[in-house]
């Protein structure tokens, strides 16, 4: 992007960053007629502002880029210099013109300017830098770079021309300012050319910025009457002062005419003040004026144009400002208590000076008088002053008051769901932290139920504000918890493990009945019962905390006889299928299959035993199948029988 700032007269001359000059204005300059920074956008000039062709990444031969860092393309391989930033001061993201020269002269930059005034100088100018690096191929043979400024008629005759002779490659980047000043005539519109004179090829490549096109006259110096002469000046808000801007005009202009100008925005834009026509400018600044920086300057031009912006110079920039004073406010910590820390601070300043009673004095911002006592009872005072050396004095009285003692009752031990009551003295409002368990948080003596053993902290605060802390712990002991497990079941004849837990704190715990566990004081001992029992694990506390108690019911089951074979032929003796104790598992299914798989007999736990009938037809000698689901997690009963007549 282009921009372009109109204002008074311009010139135009060669001058290096170290300040070697050469044909620059030697008087006060103008606001630009013309300021082509390039924007923070890359974006191609048009046809009639170059004749070079637009690259954007990378150019070679007759083209260039508007970049904020030379192409790496270019810097990589160490042909450029690594360049990052563009010349234009405080410009975020700017942008500038870089130039890869063709092998014929051609245009670098070409503008049309318009409104000028007449017989007014002005300064043509641009910042421009050979960006070869010296350890290029090209550095010792190559192009150098050399440009002529023209300024021409719009029909193309040549008003001034300036060369700025061979431009040399230097070790490091290093921008430098080129160009020269003519006066107009009686030219309306002018054009302004930058010219390559060089050819391309190894070389010639180079980087614009800043080009300027402002106009140039009589040296003009402001300053403050009676302050040094000097350029700035900083006033105290609240404080009335009578300010007169003196200006000085070296002697060129035949004619001149003045006029002040002010600014609120720092330089940004100007405006003419009312009837400040002459070198003087009084500046009355009230007590009640706010907070604010204004700067002023002196716009010089002939009679004839003074009243075109276009046509004026400018003299260097007056600075006023009013300044705040410092914050009168002291923040401190108070109340201040007795064996604590004294805080007292100041703001809003650069320097301080305390003084306070036994002779105390600091330059910190902020003091701390440890270890508080009476001795520190008094008046402190500290004066502030701030960067634009505005003062103020603050001051604060500190009285030292006693402090509270806090007291607790010691450490208690309670049995779980039972209370205490907590005791405290020593201050005038109280605070127990945490209030967890607690009857009230707010009194000396709460009753304390928590449900954990739980550390209380007692801050207690006196009349004066003044704190202290104690500490105490009640102990909560678990009440004693019993589990004796899971019920079990087991064939009579073998055993099981009692899967008991218990919990609480400082608890004994045995079994009941003793009888067939190998040990009774274990929580999982071995049982092995011949019948039925209920077993009871007893759980208690020996810090008085009760007894729990719980059961666990062991059932014994007992092991069918299964007869092998069996008779039913009449004679009385074993004539049925009997199977013994199968009444313990009333719920079990029997059945009987011959070789086949046919099923033959089925009955339902201690129902009518198998007398060796299918269909009430009896069946022939053989062998025969069961299978006997007892239905309580047992493993199925299988096997023959044998049918004998």
Request: aromatic share 10%; proline share 5%.
């Given at each position: 992007?282009?921009?372009?700032?109109?204002?008074?007269?311009?010139?135009?001359?060669?001058?290096?960053?170290?300040?070697?000059?050469?044909?620059?204005?030697?008087?006060?300059?103008?606001?630009?007629?013309?300021?082509?920074?390039?924007?923070?956008?890359?974006?191609?000039?048009?046809?009639?502002?170059?004749?070079?062709?637009?690259?954007?990444?990378?150019?070679d031969d007759g083209e260039y880029t508007i970049a904020s860092a030379v192409p790496q393309c270019h810097a990589a391989d160490n042909s450029w210099h690594p360049l990052r930033e563009d010349h234009t001061p405080n410009d975020i993201n700017g942008m500038m013109m870089i130039i890869n020269a063709s092998q014929d002269p051609g245009d670098f930059y070409v503008d049309t300017?318009?409104?000028?005034?007449?017989?007014?100088?002005?300064?043509?100018?641009?910042?421009?830098?050979?960006?070869?690096?010296?350890?290029?191929?090209?550095?010792?043979?190559g192009t150098i770079p050399n440009i002529t400024f023209s300024i021409e008629n719009t029909d193309g005759s040549l008003i001034a021309k300036y060369n700025t002779g061979d431009i040399k490659a230097t070790a490091f980047a290093q921008w430098q300012q080129f160009g020269f000043f003519f006066t107009n005539s009686n030219n309306s519109d002018i054009v302004l050319r930058l010219t390559n004179n060089g050819p391309g090829g190894c070389g010639n490549d180079l980087a614009l910025d800043d080009i300027t096109f402002r106009p140039c006259g009589p040296a003009v110096t402001a300053f403050i009457k009676g302050d040094n002469n000097s350029a700035d000046s900083n006033i105290c808000q609240g404080t009335a002062?009578?300010?007169?801007?003196?200006?000085?005009?070296?002697?060129?202009?035949?004619?001149?005419?003045?006029?002040w100008q002010q600014s609120s925005n720092n330089g940004t834009t100007w405006t003419d003040i009312a009837g400040a026509t002459s070198l003087s400018l009084p500046i009355n600044i009230a007590a009640n004026a706010q907070v604010a920086s204004t700067q002023y300057r002196l716009s010089v031009g002939k009679t004839s144009n003074i009243n075109t912006v276009q046509c004026r110079?400018?003299?260097?920039?007056?600075?006023?400002?009013?300044?705040?004073?410092?914050?009168p406010d002291i923040t401190t910590n108070n109340p201040f208590c007795?064996?604590?820390?004294?805080?007292?601070?100041?703001?809003?300043?650069?320097?301080?000076n305390w003084a306070g009673p036994d002779n105390f004095s600091s330059t910190d911002s902020t003091i701390v008088l440890a270890d508080a006592n009476s001795r520190y009872d008094g008046v402190y005072s500290v004066d502030i002053t701030s960067a634009a050396g505005c003062s103020i004095t603050a001051s604060?009285?500190?009285?030292?008051?006693?402090?509270?003692?806090?007291?607790?009752?010691?450490?208690?031990?309670?049995?779980?769901?039972?209370?205490?009551?907590?005791?405290?003295?020593?201050?005038?409002?109280?605070?127990?932290?945490?209030?967890?368990?607690?009857?009230?948080?707010a009194i000396a003596n709460p009753v304390a139920s928590p449900a954990d053993s739980t550390n209380y902290t007692l801050i207690v605060t006196n009349e004066k504000g003044c704190t202290d802390?104690?500490?105490?712990?009640?102990?909560?002991?678990?009440?004693?918890?019993?589990?004796?497990?899971?019920?079990?079941?087991?064939?009579?004849?073998?055993?099981?493990?009692?899967?008991?837990?218990?919990?609480?704190?400082?608890?004994?715990?045995?079994?009941?009945?003793?009888?067939?566990?190998?040990?009774?004081?274990?929580?999982?001992?071995?049982?092995?019962?011949t019948q039925n029992t209920t077993y009871t694990l007893h759980i208690q506390s020996l810090q008085g905390c009760g007894i729990a108690i719980d059961e666990v019911f062991v059932r014994v089951f007992k092991k069918v006889d299964i007869p092998n074979a069996f008779s039913p032929n009449g004679d009385g003796i074993n004539d049925k299928w009997i199977l013994k104790n199968i009444e313990t598992y009333p719920e079990a299914d029997i059945t009987v299959f011959?070789?086949?798989?046919?099923?033959?007999?089925?009955?339902?736990?201690?129902?009518?035993?198998?007398?060796?009938?299918?269909?009430?037809?009896p069946l022939p000698v053989a062998s025969y199948y069961y299978v006997i689901d007892l239905k309580s997690n047992f493993p199925k009963l299988s096997g023959w029988i044998m049918l004998l007549r």
């Open positions: 992007m282009l921009k372009y700032f109109f204002a008074t007269t311009i010139c135009l001359c060669c001058m290096y960053a170290n300040q070697l000059q050469a044909q620059l204005c030697t008087g006060s300059l103008g606001d630009p007629v013309v300021n082509i920074t390039f924007g923070t956008v890359s974006q191609p000039l048009t046809s009639r502002q170059t004749s070079y062709r637009f690259d954007q990444d990378c150019p300017v318009r409104g000028l005034c007449s017989n007014t100088t002005y300064e043509f100018a641009s910042w421009i830098m050979n960006i070869l690096a010296t350890g290029s191929f090209c550095y010792a043979n002062a009578n300010l007169v801007l003196e200006s000085t005009v070296s002697a060129e202009y035949t004619n001149p005419a003045y006029q110079i400018a003299s260097n920039v007056v600075s006023i400002s009013i300044n705040e004073k410092p914050s007795e064996g604590k820390d004294i805080i007292l601070s100041a703001h809003k300043g650069t320097a301080f604060t009285r500190v009285l030292v008051n006693k402090s509270p003692v806090a007291a607790v009752s010691n450490d208690v031990s309670i049995c779980e769901g039972s209370s205490t009551q907590l005791q405290g003295s020593g201050g005038f409002i109280y605070q127990w932290i945490p209030a967890t368990g607690l009857s009230n948080a802390t104690a500490f105490t712990k009640v102990f909560v002991w678990k009440k004693p918890i019993a589990n004796a497990g899971p019920n079990k079941q087991i064939m009579e004849g073998d055993t099981v493990v009692l899967e008991g837990t218990a919990s609480g704190t400082n608890i004994t715990y045995n079994w009941t009945p003793n009888i067939n566990l190998t040990t009774a004081q274990l929580l999982q001992p071995i049982a092995a019962p011959n070789r086949y798989g046919q099923l033959l007999y089925k009955a339902k736990g201690n129902g009518r035993p198998w007398n060796g009938t299918y269909n009430g037809t």
